[in-house]
Protein backbone atom coordinates (compact mmCIF):
# COMPACT_ATOMS: atom_id res chain seq x y z
CA UNK A 1 0.00 0.00 0.00
CA UNK A 2 1.68 3.45 -1.30
CA UNK A 3 1.13 6.55 0.85
CA UNK A 4 1.56 10.01 -1.07
CA UNK A 5 1.99 13.30 0.35
CA UNK A 6 0.57 15.84 -1.96
CA UNK A 7 0.13 19.90 -1.04
CA UNK A 8 3.52 21.38 -0.77
CA UNK A 9 5.01 24.46 -2.04
CA UNK A 10 6.86 27.84 -1.74
CA UNK A 11 5.29 30.01 0.56
CA UNK A 12 6.71 33.12 2.67
CA UNK A 13 6.78 33.31 6.63
CA UNK A 14 3.91 33.78 8.34
CA UNK A 15 1.67 31.82 5.56
CA UNK A 16 -0.21 28.47 5.81
CA UNK A 17 -0.23 25.30 3.56
CA UNK A 18 -2.39 21.99 3.80
CA UNK A 19 -1.09 18.95 3.26
CA UNK A 20 -2.44 16.18 2.39
CA UNK A 21 -1.86 12.02 2.79
CA UNK A 22 -3.64 9.68 0.59
CA UNK A 23 -3.42 6.00 0.05
CA UNK A 24 -3.27 3.66 -2.82
CA UNK A 25 -5.65 2.02 -1.47
CA UNK A 26 -9.03 2.75 0.67
CA UNK A 27 -7.23 1.43 3.86
CA UNK A 28 -6.44 4.54 5.41
CA UNK A 29 -8.97 4.49 8.77
CA UNK A 30 -7.19 0.98 9.75
CA UNK A 31 -3.99 2.66 10.68
CA UNK A 32 -2.74 5.47 12.75
CA UNK A 33 -0.84 8.17 10.52
CA UNK A 34 1.79 9.91 11.64
CA UNK A 35 3.64 12.95 9.82
CA UNK A 36 7.61 13.66 9.35
CA UNK A 37 9.63 15.81 8.03
CA UNK A 38 13.24 15.85 7.00
CA UNK A 39 15.23 19.29 6.11
CA UNK A 40 18.31 19.77 3.92
CA UNK A 41 20.97 18.00 5.93
CA UNK A 42 18.91 17.11 8.93
CA UNK A 43 17.51 13.78 10.05
CA UNK A 44 14.15 12.89 9.25
CA UNK A 45 11.89 14.02 12.27
CA UNK A 46 8.68 12.97 13.68
CA UNK A 47 5.94 15.90 13.74
CA UNK A 48 3.12 14.81 14.32
CA UNK A 49 0.37 11.71 14.45
CA UNK A 50 -3.40 11.34 14.58
CA UNK A 51 -4.93 8.14 15.79
CA UNK A 52 -7.31 5.91 13.76
CA UNK A 53 -10.72 7.34 14.82
CA UNK A 54 -8.99 10.93 14.73
CA UNK A 55 -9.83 11.32 18.58
CA UNK A 56 -5.54 11.13 19.84
CA UNK A 57 -3.13 13.65 18.25
CA UNK A 58 -0.06 14.14 19.07
CA UNK A 59 2.40 16.97 17.45
CA UNK A 60 6.48 18.48 18.60
CA UNK A 61 6.58 21.17 20.93
CA UNK A 62 7.96 22.99 17.54
CA UNK A 63 4.85 23.13 15.56
CA UNK A 64 2.28 23.13 18.72
CA UNK A 65 0.04 25.76 18.07
CA UNK A 66 0.79 25.94 14.69
CA UNK A 67 -0.42 22.78 12.95
CA UNK A 68 -3.54 20.71 13.06
CA UNK A 69 -3.12 16.97 11.98
CA UNK A 70 -7.19 15.89 11.03
CA UNK A 71 -8.36 13.09 9.04
CA UNK A 72 -11.13 12.05 6.92
CA UNK A 73 -11.64 8.04 6.43
CA UNK A 74 -14.42 8.23 4.15
CA UNK A 75 -11.99 9.92 1.80
CA UNK A 76 -9.22 7.72 2.64
CA UNK A 77 -7.13 11.15 3.36
CA UNK A 78 -5.27 12.49 6.59
CA UNK A 79 -4.00 16.53 6.43
CA UNK A 80 -2.25 18.14 7.82
CA UNK A 81 -2.74 22.46 8.47
CA UNK A 82 0.41 24.19 8.70
CA UNK A 83 -0.08 27.81 10.04
CA UNK A 84 2.22 30.60 10.73
CA UNK A 85 5.18 28.95 8.89
CA UNK A 86 8.79 30.69 9.41
CA UNK A 87 11.93 29.23 7.49
CA UNK A 88 12.55 26.48 10.01
CA UNK A 89 9.53 24.55 8.41
CA UNK A 90 11.24 24.15 5.17
CA UNK A 91 11.97 20.67 4.47
CA UNK A 92 10.04 17.79 2.84
CA UNK A 93 7.40 15.94 4.29
CA UNK A 94 6.18 12.56 4.12
CA UNK A 95 3.61 10.79 5.65
CA UNK A 96 3.66 7.28 7.04
CA UNK A 97 2.41 4.51 9.08
CA UNK A 98 3.06 1.45 11.58
CA UNK A 99 3.56 -1.81 10.61
CA UNK A 100 0.46 -3.35 11.73
CA UNK A 101 -3.02 -2.04 11.33
CA UNK A 102 -4.98 -0.89 14.17
CA UNK A 103 -1.68 -0.14 15.93
CA UNK A 104 -1.70 2.36 18.31
CA UNK A 105 2.19 3.94 18.43
CA UNK A 106 3.97 5.58 21.32
CA UNK A 107 6.64 7.40 19.50
CA UNK A 108 7.40 7.92 16.43
CA UNK A 109 9.97 4.98 16.01
CA UNK A 110 7.08 2.88 15.37
CA UNK A 111 5.90 3.94 12.39
CA UNK A 112 7.44 2.33 9.29
CA UNK A 113 6.27 2.83 6.25
CA UNK A 114 6.63 6.05 4.42
CA UNK A 115 5.32 7.84 1.14
CA UNK A 116 6.91 10.09 -1.22
CA UNK A 117 7.22 12.94 0.09
CA UNK A 118 5.98 16.87 -1.06
CA UNK A 119 8.48 19.66 -0.55
CA UNK A 120 7.35 23.00 1.71
CA UNK A 121 9.52 25.76 1.19
CA UNK A 122 9.08 28.70 3.45
CA UNK A 123 10.91 31.99 2.28
CA UNK A 124 11.94 34.65 5.00
Known amino acids: VQLQASGGGLVQAGGSLRLSCAASRNILGYYTIGWFRQAPGKEREGVSW????????YYVDSVKGRFTVSRDNAKNTVYLQMNSLVPEDTAVYYC??????????????????WGQGTLVTVSS
Open 50 to 57: ISRSGGYT
Open 96 to 113: ARPSERFWSPNSFDEFHY
